[in-house]
């Protein structure tokens, strides 16, 4: 088969969260010896890890409203069968962010994306793939269903929606400056409340959509979960799917981390905690004997950080530790650092995306904090699974799929869970947790359980390659 991955970001190329890591780890294990694989991205100002040796293709010239917007095609088979290919072109892509600054999102993001889409179709035809199935993902490649509906083009599509609360809805201007005719513009295709809807657009016109978790896949038709498109999703609920992420386990390896303090597997679980002990060092923290709960993650109002702040405001006053890496809206960031203020010794919010404090901070804490109001599937706590850190979730999404609460009377679980979303049931939840660590042995088997878990991607990719073959046959 013939699978082009299109997205916005992949590791090792460009992160900001974990579309990256779902899109780096595709390119790498759908390509087998049956499959050849392109993965199409922006060429970012950003971008690392470039393999030397990049090829031009060809220049283009890509007419958005009355312009012809030049730009060129770059692209580098980086091992037999795997190909990277990037669009280039400066004034959409040379930034020095991906989406936005911190004043918001950048005014042009449906012409920059719009322009991507057009020119990974362009690419296709250019360099002669006889692609079989573009595996798109979220907003931002939402209109290449579309276009290739529009132009009877023979390429089948999955759509895959990481996270429904970012729609890509855009003023009517983008249909003028993209060439869409107004034939699509109405409720029941990409219209979304007077808005063009990218996200909308790789609804509808998909072949096949899917989502990151079997809960979330519900979730998100219903009115609580589905941001004003669960009805279009409910007319297409016989082409949808969830399919649960994984991760990469040789990335996210507590026996192989070379970003760790110390390594450590399942049976020498005890050196976890020099992990715990240099961190507390490095960060002048005083944390041995204490719970150590973690959280890495986006600042935002989804991932439930306003329940966070008031949860912390009262468990702060008892004898934990925490520590918090993230960055995004500016008042839960301020109202992380007024709280460190407040407690110094207790608490410390490091205001940064660093990959290598990440990796420290899975490692070293007891417990990892994911109180989301909706986790579409979520990394944070497969990735403290496989560390041994207890993950302490809301039941949303992936976090409900993966995550088992503690039963007291059968002493299974993986971890922690609570159900509404609220600081007292949060806070509660933190409780339980300290309890469990009072408890050495309870925490040992809980540690042990946990990291039993398997959410590599082998199942994943499995359950991918199965339904690719059934959307080419038409099924
Ligand atoms: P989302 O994609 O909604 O942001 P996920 O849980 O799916 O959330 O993935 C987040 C990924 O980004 C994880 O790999 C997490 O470790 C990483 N991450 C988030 N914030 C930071 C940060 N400030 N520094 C380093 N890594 C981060």
Redesign the pocket.
């Known amino acids: 088969m013939k699978i082009g991955i299109v997205t916005s970001e992949a590791v090792p190329f460009v992160?900001?969260?974990?579309?990256?890591?779902?899109a780096g780890t595709l390119f790498n294990v759908y390509h087998t010896e049956e499959n050849e694989i392109y993965l199409f991205m922006p060429m970012y100002k950003t971008i690392k890890n470039i393999p030397s040796g990049l090829k031009i293709e060809e220049n283009i010239a890509i007419q958005i409203g009355s312009q012809e917007i030049e730009g060129q095609i770059l692209s580098k088979e980086i091992e037999k069968g795997k190909t990277l290919v990037l669009i280039k072109q400066d004034r959409y892509f040379g930034r020095n962010s991906l989406y936005g600054t911190k004043q918001g999102d950048y005014p042009d993001n449906a012409e920059r994306f719009g322009y991507f889409s057009l020119a990974v179709l362009k690419a296709i035809d250019i360099m002669g793939i006889n692609i079989d199935i573009l595996h798109l993902n979220d907003w931002q490649t939402g209109l290449i269903p579309l276009f290739i509906k529009d132009k009877r083009l023979n390429i089948k599509t999955l759509f895959t929606i990481?996270?429904l609360g970012y729609q890509g809805n855009f003023p009517q201007g983008i249909l003028d400056l993209l060439h869409i005719d107004r034939k699509y513009f109405s409720p029941a295709k990409i219209e979304f409340y007077n808005s063009v809807s990218f996200l909308k657009s790789g609804i509808v016109y998909s072949d096949f959509i899917s989502t990151v978790s079997p809960t979330y896949a519900k979730e998100i038709r219903t009115k609580k979960y589905g941001v004003g498109m669960e009805e279009i999703l409910n007319t297409r609920k016989n082409f949808l799917i969830g399919i649960l992420?994984g991760i990469d386990y040789s990335l996210w390896n507590p026996e192989t981390d070379q970003l760790i303090y110390k390594n450590y597997s399942i049976n020498t679980v005890k050196d976890k905690e020099e992990n715990k002990i240099k961190l507390g060092e490095e960060f002048n923290f005083d944390v041995k004997g204490k719970p150590l709960y973690g959280l890495?993650?986006?600042l935002?109002e989804?991932?439930g950080i306003d329940i966070l702040v008031d949860a912390l405001n009262s468990i702060l006053n008892e004898n934990i530790r925490v520590i918090i890496?993230?960055?995004g809206e500016k008042a839960l960031e301020d109202a992380l650092v007024e709280l460190q203020k407040q407690h110094h010794n207790k608490l410390k919010a490091?205001i940064?995306?660093?990959?290598a404090?990440?990796h420290k901070i899975?490692a070293a804490s007891d417990f990892f904090m994911?109180p989301s109001q909706y986790?579409?599937?979520?990394?944070?706590?497969l990735?403290s699974l496989k560390y041994g850190t207890l993950p302490i979730v809301r039941e949303t999404g992936g976090l409900k799929d993966t995550v088992d609460d503690y039963n007291e009377y059968t002493h299974c679980g993986n971890g922690i869970s609570f159900s509404e979303y609220c600081s007292d049931d949060f806070l509660g939840a933190m409780q339980r947790a300290k309890k469990i660590y009072s408890n050495e042995k309870l925490y040992k088997q809980l540690q042990q359980n946990a990291m039993q878990c398997d959410f590599s991607w082998k199942k994943s990719a499995d359950i991918y390659m199965k339904l690719f073959k059934q959307i080419l046959q038409g099924k």
């Open positions: 992160k900001s969260g974990g579309l990256a890591d779902i990481h996270n992420n890495v993650g986006r935002a989804q991932k890496l993230g960055t490091l940064k995306f660093d990959e404090t990440a899975y994911m986790e579409p599937c979520g990394l944070g706590q990735i």
